[in-house]
């Protein structure tokens, strides 16, 4: 246990759900359910029952070092890892993994995402002690699948090699982004895929020499600083190397070219929630199936409708029918629930036409 | 000149324009086009090209005193008229029209709207002072009436009398509440009828001689007030016999019984800006004809909207058509122009829903 760590990568910027979330209040820091936690809060919950609170870490931007404190102050300063700038994945992970292998030659790691869902708490935790005591054993690198139950374009998929039917490990053949439908449908009747979580097991060990392999500049520069980390001098040094790093995911640079790669099938009830339609779907609905988060709401011939505004605030809405609602700070954002993937194009306009205070 | 008078009433609740016209700040103190001069403000303009600034009186509800001598510092405390309960407009035109009367025997008073739009200032200040030099001659009650250019059913109608067809003075023959769209067209193409502007002219002693005829009970009470009028009493006084006044309009408590009543036909480009739909019609548009008030916004795939928050706010809006978009505080409104009728019932709702705290 005490070799366990976990790295909550709390770095995204929320843009698909401005002005709802914003640069400054990013999703991972809100409470979209009103449960009194924020994402990044309930993820950190979760493993606080599997890995010692000492060994957490959270990885993120620099701008949002005081709201992770806030947000979660059973953790000291020393396990907040902050990026000045945003290079994908890959960096901070290699960062993260050279901190914690300083550390500890035997840390057992697992990464996670800080702002999914988790419906079966329960099956998770075995999922990731099964997987972390798999990564102490083998010197492969894990990833979670999630078993797909639709034809979902809006998730990667992992397909798998066959196994001896009875594991819940299996090899890891190829990874696809983001499908178009038919090839989603394709994927699913197969049975052969499954959907990347972007969560990670493995073993410090592991994961830096696979850095080595096929990352190596970034894996030195990370390796380089080993006389650094824990001191106060760690984030100069971060600072010092962090710009010139590759822009990656860890996906792209280490999962899709490393042939120990495996995959822990698991089924824990999961979504990104990286839409506002994943978001609907997962929430309490009135009986016309709309959806009001965090403020109140009266609607009047209103159906399929998401209403975030916020906290305090009142929405009245009458006649609007498959629309998102929300509205954080300055910005009130009404758009046709099948016109979500347009909000990344207002956010631009708006940052070009009407200025950087509104974004 | 030193004898006319003009007496604005301030007090509407604006719950039409509800949330972004509020009972803290109706409609009358909000500035909708941007002007920087609120509705009362401009009103207050016209007027004192025509009436010396010290005989303007502003008669409001007590609690929007503060309002008024901030939005008006040209004018004394002792200008503003406070009714301490809503008692509609005989109660307060009776308190406005004694207080006058022990001021000036002689006074020659113009009573009007705060929130009404004026397009034709000129025009408008030639009828008044035709109108005021009409009643420092006639003991006659002279109501503004407007030629209709359309069959509007939001309106007041005023019958006329013929004349000797070279005057633009005519006897009043009957009112009519808002008709319905067949009748307000057979008023239209008659020919015979006006729109009630709410703008009433008279000398102070003839209006205080048709209380007495038709309103006695409420005149009896203002009478009593003279000696308090002008004196540090006069507010207690008022205080202690508004609450129980009759609630009863000056249309329907004198217009409509008196045998003195006159129109004067005018055409001044008059809109009593009583809905969304005429603030709508009245309001600058973009090529897809939307219109946005005070706030700034970026709109896609809408057409035909008002969309009008706070000034500083900015609304991304994708997929709108002809809806209202309206916030102030606490409360978002979207609504069908088509609908906004049930404006009323929404408030209602969220009183006794959400609490006063939304109203």
Known sequence: MKNNYCVIMAGGVGSRFWPFSTNKKPKQFLDFFGTGRSFLQMTFDRFSKIVPVENIYIASNSDYKDLIL???????????LLE????????????????????????????????????????????????LEYTRQNDNILTLGIKPNRPETGYGYI??????????????????????????????????????????????????????????????????????????????????????????????????????????????????LGTWGSIYEHSEKDTEQNVTLKCKSLLYDCKDNIIALPDGKLAVVQGLEDYIVAEADKVLLICKKSEEQRIRQFVNDTLVKIGEDYI
């Open 70 to 80: 806030e947000q979660l102050p059973e953790i000291s300063e020393n396990q907040v």
């Open 159 to 272: 397909q798998i090699a066959e196994n001896d039917g009875k594991s819940r490990f299996y090899k890891a053949k190829t990874f696809t982004e983001k499908p178009n439908l038919e090839l989603a449908k394709i994927f699913l009747d197969s049975g052969e895929f499954l959907w990347n979580s972007g969560m990670f097991i493995w073993n410090a060990k592991t994961i830096i020499a696979a850095f080595d392999s096929y990352l190596e500049e970034v894996s030195n520069k990370f390796k380089a600083g080993a006389e650094f980390y824990g001191t106060p001098k760690e984030q100069e040094y971060i600072n010092s190397i962090y710009q010139s790093c590759t822009n990656i995911s860890i996906d792209y640079a280490i999962l899709e070219k490393a042939d120990n790669v495996h995959v822990l099938a698991a089924n824990f009830g999961w979504s990104d």
């Open 84 to 131: 000045p700038a945003r290079r994908n994945t890959a960096p901070c992970i290699a960062y993260a993994m050279n901190k914690i292998y300083t550390l500890n030659k035997e840390a057992n790691v697992i990464v996670s995402p800080s702002d999914h869902l988790i419906l079966k708490e329960d099956d998770f935790i075995s999922t990731i002690k099964e997987g």
